[in-house]
């Protein structure tokens, strides 16, 4: 029975091992880190959203120049009244009387001057789209956070199941090498036994691994928003990072961040953008000029017509110019302009505040990844120290069992603790380089190499 469990296992590692390679050859090509973040930005679908915003402030911007041009109407129109009227000759009550009549006109009106209102709206358009490409930057770069943090996240779980093959392979080996000593009368029994319950152990670690490996595939073709069915990743090459990767000191990181990451630049767009909502505000104050110019003519028919002309003669007789100007000056708006200026101006020390808090956040996350990135370092060291010192132990420990020093709990205790030694240098060393791509991250570095 538990030689057809070992077959078993042997049949679920090929068959996990064909299925990665028929899946990477059905994918023709395994995703590579830099693959990925550009395949989210191009496709994730908030972005896109942000893209189609900045569509928007281009159609604003064409409107609020648009305000600057006079606007044109015309109109025309057929009329017909039935009922008394006047004759407008003898001014005597006529009865029953119908009268068709026609009229066009042609009108342009150009505002002059509106307290700098026109002025404003148009500065405040590009200022909206400056502020959703910042926001955009800023959406991108969560992404490419995101998709690297789900990436790495791939590679240490293919690793973790790299070790439980191996663990897998060696307590395999550890049984064949029991069952000889048995044989040789060399050890009980019952240490087989045992050897058998560790390789089960062990099987199931495999099972958990590669479960992991899938779940962690899963997440990031969903964050990639493409089929699972074949998605695979290439493997980075991080088998040593070192102190190198850590900066030496934050201040650099601290400075360039303050000047450039977008976060800061958009809190310090939105205070231009109240300061002219302000003066948007303002304009209610001021008069305002507007100009009008309107041509046109009518021409209208009934029975009773004293004297009648032709459609167009009647027209043409009638047409006539005529120009406006009109000034419209504020006196008492019911509060309404005094309390859209007060307003404006809180929201202005809003966006004021908002930017200190911005920059207090900024620099809180970054002194936090580099405290993070140093104590990770440190646990990175420990953890190939500690390692060193597993392997040693337990080659030592495996040589005393092999020749009936220790017996089979305590190798066994050995092991166990090779394989946590192991299994948090993976850990750590991960976790320390994700720990040192938020610094590059802050100080604006590519994330993909």
């Known amino acids: 029975m538990r030689k057809n469990n070992t077959l078993k296992m042997k049949y679920v590692l090929t068959t996990i091992v064909l299925l990665v390679g028929i899946s990477s050859f059905s994918q023709n090509k395994q995703w590579t880190l830099e693959a990925c973040v550009n395949h989210a930005l191009e496709n994730n679908i908030t972005v896109q959203q942000a893209q189609n915003t900045l569509l928007i402030n281009d159609q604003d911007i064409i409107a609020a120049r648009g305000q600057f041009l006079p606007s044109v109407s015309g109109s025309m129109g057929q009329r017909m009244s039935i009922g008394s009227g006047f004759d407008p000759v003898t001014n005597q009550r006529i009865n029953n009387q119908t009268t068709h009549s026609f009229n066009y006109n042609l009108s ?61 392979s060696f307590t395999e080996k550890q049984l064949k090498q029991v069952k000889s000593l048995v044989d040789a009368g060399v050890q009980p029994r019952a240490n087989i036994f045992d ?17 992991n ?14 089929s699972y069915d ?10 040593n990072p070192s102190s190198e990767l850590l900066y030496n000191n934050i201040k650099p990181v601290l400075n360039y961040a303050l000047q450039n990451r977008s976060e800061i630049k958009l809190a310090e767009k939105n205070i231009e953008n109240a300061e002219l909502n302000t003066e948007i505000s303002k304009s209610g104050y001021l008069p305002s000029v507007n100009f009008g110019y309107g041509f046109g003519s009518v021409w209208s028919e009934s029975k009773n017509d004293f004297t009648k002309q032709a459609f167009f003669r009647e027209l043409d007789l009638l047409k ?31 966006s004021k505040l908002n930017l200190d808090q911005a920059k207090l956040t ?22 190939k120290r500690s390692l060193a010192a597993q392997e040693l132990a337990f080659s030592n420990t495996q040589e005393r069992y092999n020749i009936g020093a220790m017996n089979t709990f305590e190798l066994e205790q050995a092991r166990v603790q090779l394989i946590n030694a ?5 850990n750590a060393k991960y976790d320390f380089v994700f720990k040192t791509k938020v610094l590059d991250f802050y100080m604006g570095k590519s994330l993909t190499n």
Do not use: C, M, W
């Open 195 to 211: 050897a058998e319950a560790t390789l089960s152990r062990d099987e199931q670690q495999v099972t958990v691994a590669q479960n």
């Open 320 to 350: 006539g110019h005529n120009f406006n100007l009109s000034v419209s000056i504020p006196i008492f708006s019911r509060f309404q302009n005094k309390t859209a200026v007060a307003k404006s101006k809180i929201q202005e020390e809003n």
């Open 213 to 226: 490996v899938d779940l962690a595939l899963l997440n990031l073709s969903q964050l990639l928003q493409v």
């Open 422 to 426: 192991e299994a948090s240098l993976i």
């Open 230 to 239: 074949g998605f695979d990743v290439a493997t980075i090459d991080i088998d």
């Open 362 to 383: 900024l620099e809180s996350n970054i002194q936090r990844a580099f405290t993070d990135a140093k104590a990770a370092l440190k646990a990175f060291e420990a953890a």
């Open 108 to 168: 342009v009106n150009q505002n002059i001057f509106n307290g700098f209102r026109t002025l404003n709206l148009y500065k405040q358009s590009f200022l909206n789209q400056e502020i959703n490409n910042l926001e955009l930057a800023r959406i991108k770069d969560d992404i490419s956070l995101n998709v690297v943090n789900a990436y790495l996240n791939v590679l240490f779980n293919k690793e973790n199941l790299q070790t439980a093959l191996a663990q897998y």
